[in-house]
């Protein structure tokens, strides 16, 4: 589709410029048509994304559907000038949430809100969103760029997305199923994900690049800010494929409140995980931000996901067949801890 002849001299002067958005969506029309799957009728460009979902063999279809943003991530990929991983984030706290209910995500969109449209950089964040619905299997159908000059600093930009998964209503996995001898799977993260960047930029003093370029020898060889912009992991892939197998009784997305907010989520009122420490490998970013930060091991566990993205709950007599078949999706999975009677709280024992 040829660029519109749209232009307006007023408009521009006073900060949106629309040639911009009209190239913006020149660069990401490639991106958006590599994430096509059975279902999307038409291209972007419309009033709406249009998407056909394939009911068959479902008995009641369900939709479920999710929103989230990337938060102050951000402010390290505009520090760092490094845009093209920060879609991924985006998609990933959308959809795992959407695959917890054991929901197939079909599609996404996505919204930025820039001070200044730069078509560059904007190709470079939908290059990651459509690089995170790829490996989610979910297509891109639409999204918006808006200009907000005198709202937001010319470099500066906000990204939030929206997704809707499909699952049959018999399918739905629900926390009343979770019960006490259960057994506790993590599913390991790739750092910090999306979350507690407020807490993490404070704590380091994250004020522009330079702050972002220490720690190597501590972290592996990368700097703070490499180690920070590692996306976050999409569990959509491993979780379905586990559906298929293992009767999982419920999933939680470690993601904002850490281990304490987010683990409750997947068990009744009666009961506590009892998640065992050392069970897993904490990776270095996390030791690093307590240990610089001075921070007490329970506003870590109640910030962070502390090297857990996503907590899967089985019978004991399934976790070895869990195991293997996350395994055979590469994903090191480990049990973390079991279900035990309690107050719908989270308690940490050594191993």
Request: charged content about 25%; aromatic content about 6%.
């Amino acid at each position: 589709m040829a660029m519109p002849k749209s232009f307006s001299d007023a408009y521009k002067a006073a900060g949106v410029d629309v040639t911009a958005g009209y190239e913006s969506v020149e660069l990401i029309r490639k991106d958006v048509k590599r994430t096509e799957i059975p279902g999307v009728l038409g291209s972007i460009g419309g009033f709406g994304g249009l998407f056909a979902p394939d009911m068959t063999g479902m008995e009641k279809p369900v939709l479920i559907s999710g929103t989230d943003g990337v938060g102050t991530k951000l402010k390290i990929a505009m520090l760092m000038d490094k845009h093209d991983t920060i879609g991924i984030d985006c998609v990933a706290m959308c959809v795992n949430d959407v695959v917890c209910a054991g929901a197939k995500p079909l599609f996404f969109l996505d919204y930025i809100a820039c001070g200044k449209n730069h078509p560059q950089m904007i190709a470079s964040i939908v290059r990651g969103i459509a690089d995170g619905c790829v490996e989610s299997g979910c297509a891109l159908i639409g999204g918006e760029t808006a200009e907000h000059p005198g709202m937001m600093p010319e470099n500066e930009y906000d990204v939030a997305g929206f997704t809707v998964g499909i699952v049959d209503e018999k399918k739905i996995l629900d926390v009343k199923n979770a019960r006490a001898g259960d057994v506790i799977i993590g599913l390991p993260s790739s750092g910090v994900h999306s979350n507690g960047f407020s807490l993490v930029r404070k704590v380091f003093h994250i004020t522009d690049e330079k702050s972002l370029l220490a720690y190597r020898d501590e972290l592996g060889g990368k700097n703070l800010g490499e180690t920070l912009l590692t996306p976050t992991k999409l569990y959509v892939r491993p979780i379905l494929n586990l559906l298929k197998e293992v009767d999982v009784k419920s999933i939680a997305h470690i993601t904002g409140g850490g281990f304490y907010e987010n683990m409750p989520r997947s068990y009744g009122e009666n009961l506590d995980a009892e998640i065992v420490k050392g069970s897993w490998d904490v990776q270095p970013i996390f030791q690093l931000i307590q240990k610089v930060g001075k921070i007490s091991e329970h506003d870590m566990y109640n910030t962070f996901n502390m090297g857990i993205g996503m907590s899967v709950i089985v019978r004991p007599e399934d976790v070895d067949r869990a195991l293997d078949n996350l395994k055979k999706s590469g994903v090191d999975a480990r049990v973390i801890g079991k279900l035990v009677p309690g107050s719908h709280t989270v308690q940490f024992r050594e191993a």
